[in-house]
């Protein structure tokens, strides 16, 4: 016997008969979403802008890369012409050729942006290797600049090679970058205990920053100390170790303003707008670098037509290249400079939260602090917003070591964001080695290698 499956009651009502359907019982009324806040519809704007820009996936365009690079070589040519600008008067008055500071900066630029291509066709775990080795050279040429350095201006910085100087701080800059995240890298979770996170990172960091103060350069240390706390933020530090070492920091710079009388004279002449005691105005070069500025206008006297650059405004193609830019080519000029900036930042900042790896996170973004604080403070100096401090614009101001480590850094970032492009269009290595395979890559990356 067979029996057949029951029914529910009144799924199917009876002929005649309505069907009866469950009154709807009242529901509590949903409360409406809060509106997002400013900060939010911003991350909101900004993340949705770069997702239809880059693209997804293995979908990706490679936008982030060709910024960066658009970015840095525009800035690089822009720094060369103004070094022609800048540097031309002073030149003929010295009796030398107006072409031959942009001729050295034009070299190495080219020497830099060659190496910034190789650096960014390898694979930058290879770079781990290197990380020991080169802040020992770095640490040795700092302690060499003591020894048989060339002063310049009071600053102690220079190692003259056959009529070429070298600034070993520039290159200490780059070297302390990498082995930073070489051994917080190594660290990993251990960082949370406080021990691990400054052992031995904060002492090795403080050697390198001791030898350049040494060199009576202030500001090249202060960058310095961006570099080593942006390492120990990526690298995931406790925030409360921050507070102590700012602490450290402002007591440390209180009293090598205290003790050096040239220092106090720049920060009472920038507060006061007076000359020092001694009759010193160390606010010479800022008010006139603000004179730059102000003449310039909306559009500029000209490309060349500078009038600061006459001696008003000493060395004005290193340290205050931006007031001659402002004074050339006006405001439009000063904010394309910072519009190109910003570019950089942003796509750094790109490649800096898509790593999954500490080694690549933290290196990243060492690398976007150390050129956009440079930048930063740059620009503040400039500006009157701080004390004059010898700090040069990155890619901008004349030096060819600050040049040559700029470009260097950008070819490591490179690197990592070649990566994130889709395998079809991503730029081929120019050297095989790297690290071994499923060692320093996320997952992804193997899979679009596996692809290609």
Known sequence: MVSTPTRPRDAHPRAGKPASHPRPTPTAAKPAAPKPTAPARIRGWYRGFWSALEGNGTSRNGSTYYLILGSTLALT??????????????????????????LKQGMFAAIGIFTMFVLSRINVVWLKRLAWPLLGVALVLLVLVQVVGTEVNGNKNWIDLGGITFQPSEASK?????????????????????????????????????LVLLGNDLGTAMIIMMITAAALFFGGVRLYLFGFAGLVAAAGTAVMAVTSSNRMC??????????????????????????????????GVGLGQSRQKYSWI????NDFIFAII?????????????????????????????????????????????????????????TGLMPVIGVPLPF??????ALLMSLCAVGVVLSLAREQMAPAIRPKRMLKFGARKGRGTTGHHQTARKRT
Not at 279 to 286: E, I, K, L, P, T
Not at 328 to 339: A, H, K, N
Request: hydrophobic share 55%; charged share 10%; glycine share 12%.
């Open 174 to 210: 780059l070297a302390l970058a990498l082995w930073m995240a070489t051994v917080l890298a190594v660290k990993g979770k251990l960082l949370r205990r406080w021990q691990h996170a400054l052992i031995p990172a904060v002492p090795l960091a403080g050697a390198v920053i001791g």
């Open 77 to 102: 040519a822009i720094g060369i012409m103004m070094v022609l600008s800048a540097s031309s008067v002073e030149s003929i008055a010295a009796g030398k050729s107006p072409y031959g500071d942009a």
């Open 266 to 299: 720049r920060i009472t002449s920038w507060w006061t707008g007076q000359s020092c005691a001694d009759g010193v105005d160390a606010n010479y070069q800022a008010t006139n670098g603000l004179y730059g500025l102000a003449s310039g206008g909306w559009f």
């Open 326 to 382: 402002g004074e050339e080519l006006g405001l439009v000029g000063t904010v394309v400079v910072l519009i190109l900036f910003a570019i950089l930042g942003a796509a750094i900042y790109r490649v800096v939260v898509a790593q999954e790896l500490i080694f690549h996170r933290v290196l990243a973004g060492t690398i976007m602090v150390w050129l956009l604080g440079q930048a930063t403070v740059n620009m503040s100096v400039v």
């Open 396 to 401: 901008i101001s004349y030096g060819g070591s």
């Open 314 to 317: 000493p060395e004005a193609h």
